[in-house]
């Protein structure tokens, strides 16, 4: 297992700072260690506990070949998710969220082979067969895909898991996940509900440091995953890899009780 930051560095991080008890989300209350000034202060032993948890599962689904798209596209949350993705190979998706990204996957992947086929004009130089006008469009319009697609240039399916890097900003994505069933790890300031992460790992999510160490240490476990992976392939590389489903935690049945 990748280290686990020590409670005085979370602590350093502000990870235990929440937000006003007047914005807070009851179902929160189970990781609320008291008020200070008005603030909620997140308990961060429950913090280290849930976020051991969650890296075991984390490390055992990269070892099973999972595909974990990293989502963060506030502003102080965006190069922080990119760099930890970046870091551990997976996908990630940091400016704004593209609505049918899983609930319309299909058209997901035609919009990516065409920015695939854009991005070999331009290499192969094709692209200068072009007129100047249309040259012109032609970067433009790659420049716009850049931006909201890089992330993605090597997702070839749909992925497996969300790593979201603030529950309240990426409401969109937690409902398409909710609809096709994609689990959720997700990091839970006070003023979200938890029952619609799959893994809880409860903590600040606006100050910078509090969601690098996070991110980084979930990247850490990813990438020890990926080496168990190959570890197995070299030990038995005749054998077809066993299917392995992202376990189901209690969390979707509490959400469903939830909303009964």
Same mark, same amino acid.
């Given at each position: 297992?990748?280290? &686990?930051?020590?409670?005085?560095? &979370?602590?350093?991080?502000?990870?235990?700072?929440?937000?006003?008890?007047?914005?807070?989300?009851?179902?929160? +209350?189970?990781y609320?260690?008291? =008020?200070?000034?008005?603030?909620?202060?997140?308990?961060?032993?429950?913090?280290?506990?849930?976020?051991?948890?969650?890296?075991?599962?984390?490390?055992?689904?990269?070892?099973?070949?999972?595909?974990?798209?990293?989502?963060? =596209?506030?502003?102080?949350?965006?190069?922080?998710?990119?760099?930890?993705?970046?870091?551990?190979?997976?996908?990630?998706?940091? +400016?704004?969220?593209?609505?049918?990204?899983?609930?319309?996957?299909?058209e997901?992947k035609?919009?990516?082979?065409k920015?695939?086929?854009?991005?070999?004009?331009?290499?192969?130089?094709?692209?200068?067969?072009?007129?100047?006008?249309?040259?012109?469009?032609?970067?433009?319009?790659?420049?716009?895909?850049?931006?909201?697609?890089?992330? &993605?240039?090597?997702? +070839?399916?749909?992925?497996?898991?969300l790593?979201?890097?603030?529950?309240?900003?990426?409401?969109?994505?937690?409902?398409?996940?909710?609809?096709?069933?994609?689990?959720?790890?997700?990091?839970?300031? =006070?003023?979200?509900?938890?029952?619609?992460?799959?893994?809880?790992?409860?903590?600040?999510d606006?100050?910078?440091?509090?969601?690098?160490?996070?991110?980084?240490?979930?990247?850490?476990?990813?990438?020890?995953?990926?080496?168990?992976?190959?570890?197995?392939?070299?030990?038995?590389?005749?054998?077809?890899?066993?299917?392995?489903?992202?376990?189901?935690? +209690?969390?979707?049945?509490?959400?469903?009780?939830?909303?009964?």
């Open positions: 297992m990748p280290n &686990l930051p020590t409670l005085l560095e &979370l602590l350093k991080a502000g990870a235990h700072f929440g937000h006003q008890k007047s914005r807070w989300h009851p179902k929160m +209350e189970q609320i260690f008291g =008020t200070r000034g008005g603030i909620h202060i997140i308990d961060l032993e429950k913090t280290l506990t849930e976020l051991q948890n969650t890296l075991t599962q984390v490390r055992n689904l990269a070892a099973a070949g999972k595909v974990i798209l990293f989502v963060g =596209t506030k502003r102080q949350a965006r190069e922080l998710v990119k760099a930890a993705a970046i870091a551990c190979g997976m996908p990630f998706l940091t +400016e704004r969220w593209i609505g049918g990204l899983l609930t319309n996957f299909e997901m035609r919009r990516l082979k920015y695939h086929g854009m991005k070999e004009q331009v290499q192969s130089g094709e692209v200068e067969k072009y007129t100047k006008k249309e040259q012109s469009k032609f970067k433009k319009d790659l420049e716009k895909m850049d931006r909201y697609l890089i992330g &993605l240039t090597n997702l +070839e399916k749909m992925p497996d898991i790593y979201i890097a603030d529950m309240r900003t990426e409401k969109t994505a937690i409902a398409e996940a909710l609809r096709k069933e994609v689990p959720i790890i997700g990091v839970c300031d =006070t003023n979200v509900d938890p029952t619609e992460a799959d893994y809880v790992i409860p903590a600040n606006d100050a910078v440091n509090s969601i690098k160490i996070i991110a980084d240490v979930v990247a850490e476990a990813i990438n020890e995953g990926k080496k168990d992976l190959e570890k197995k392939k070299a030990e038995m590389p005749k054998v077809e890899e066993k299917k392995i489903d992202a376990p189901k935690v +209690e969390r979707r049945a509490l959400r469903k009780e939830g909303s009964d």
